[in-house]
């Protein structure tokens, strides 16, 4: 089971996962004072990086990447 992460200790993409990218996202699991939510986050790194969450920029506290699917849905 995943843990959560902090904002302040680690963002779901940084500078080193960006190597021979220009653009990447990924979906996580969200925390944030007094909800949870699901959100995208994105980062990119054309003209130097940047990264954000979609939707909850400023309220954000926690994060953890969504869980596998079950195997029977993927096609």
């Known amino acids: 089971m995943s843990k959560w992460i902090s904002?302040?200790?680690?963002?779901?993409?940084?500078l080193a996962d960006m190597i021979d990218?220009?653009?990447?996202?990924?979906e996580v699991i969200i925390a944030a004072i007094d909800?949870?939510?699901?959100?995208?986050f994105?980062?990119?790194n054309t003209?130097?990086?940047?990264?954000?969450?979609?939707?909850?920029?400023?309220?954000?506290?926690h994060w953890m990447p969504l869980p596998e699917p079950p195997k029977e849905c993927i096609a």
Request: hydrophobic content about 40%; aromatic content about 16%; glycine content about 6%.
């Open 47 to 61: 003209s130097g990086f940047w990264c954000e969450f979609t939707d909850y920029k400023k309220e954000v506290t």
């Open 7 to 14: 904002v302040e200790d680690r963002l779901p993409i940084v």
């Open 35 to 40: 909800f949870v939510a699901v959100d995208v």
């Open 42 to 44: 994105e980062a990119g």
């Open 21 to 26: 990218l220009d653009y990447k996202t990924v």
